[in-house]
């Protein structure tokens, strides 16, 4: 992947602020009763009045402008119209492109404050690995120093990790290189520079880590029935660390 430009950066500055705004509208308004369906329509709403477009809707086909995965739902899930209950893990995973540069992003929450201690150790454990991943990403950092760091602490969770699902560069395309895995081995794999733009997306389970596509052929479930979540940000890599483009 080559550097992004100072305008390029600019454009994913202001694409990730729009997403991130919109991801923090859909934490607030997350209540049983409202449906992926609401939430989408919501989503679209709130991207419109900010000026963006939606990544997602038509990339590869895809029929809406988010996924919305629910429990044993793992990513990619079309919103449907079955409302959220009480104690249900939510992911949403967003992308918005604005001026041509896309930012893709994602939060977990749990629907209500009904957290079973598993809930809470799937999403506070997931998130905790993002975080840590953002602490050793920086210019000369290779791909497997984040990606083991993301495993240890997936594993000090006792977290299932989702193989065939990585993080990967975002910026002209919402998928570019390079593929950024949720285990690995430190010292491995392709060196991060100055100027890339990243996405970092711990995905994981309660269970196992296989998974299968239902037949709308999108929605990716666990194998096990376990429940999943995931946490992601885009990040500007710097020669001292990152700058995360999709928060507040």
Request: include cysteine.
């Given at each position: 992947m080559t550097p992004k430009t100072e305008s390029e950066i600019a454009a994913m500055r202001e694409s990730g602020r729009m997403l991130a705004t919109v991801l923090t509208i859909l934490r607030k308004k997350t209540t049983e009763g409202l449906s992926p369906q609401d939430m989408s329509a919501?989503?679209?709403?709130?991207?419109?009045?900010?000026?963006?477009?939606?990544?997602f809707l038509g990339f590869h086909g895809y029929p809406d402008i988010i996924c919305i995965s629910v429990n044993n739902q793992v990513q990619h899930s079309i919103p449907n119209s079955i409302p959220f209950k009480e104690g249900d893990?939510?992911?949403?995973?967003?992308?918005?492109?604005?001026?041509?540069?896309?930012?893709?992003?994602?939060?977990?929450v749990c629907v209500g404050d009904k957290f079973t201690p598993d809930t809470k150790r799937l999403i506070t454990?997931?998130?905790?690995?993002?975080q840590d991943a953002l602490t050793v990403v920086r210019a000369g950092v290779r791909i497997g120093d984040v990606s083991a760091t993301i495993e240890r602490t997936l594993r000090k969770y006792k977290l299932g990790i989702v193989r065939e699902l990585?993080?990967?560069?975002?910026?002209?395309?919402?998928?570019?290189?390079?593929?950024?895995?949720?285990?690995?081995?430190?010292?491995?794999?392709?060196?991060?520079?100055?100027?890339m733009t990243i996405a970092i997306e711990p995905i994981t389970t309660l269970g196992g880590y296989d998974i299968y596509q239902a037949r709308d052929g999108w929605t990716l479930l666990t194998q096990d029935g376990s429940w999943s979540a995931q946490f992601e940000h885009t990040i500007?890599?710097?020669?001292?660390?990152?700058?995360?483009?999709?928060?507040l």
């Open positions: 919501i989503a679209k709403q709130e991207l419109k009045k900010l000026g963006g477009e939606p990544a893990v939510v992911n949403y995973d967003f992308g918005v492109k604005y001026k041509g540069m896309v930012t893709d992003a994602g939060i977990t454990g997931t998130e905790r690995a993002l990585v993080g990967h560069g975002v910026g002209h395309e919402l998928h570019e290189d390079p593929e950024i895995p949720n285990y690995g081995h430190a010292g491995r794999g392709p060196v991060l520079k100055a100027g500007l890599v710097t020669p001292t660390g990152c700058e995360v483009l999709t928060q």
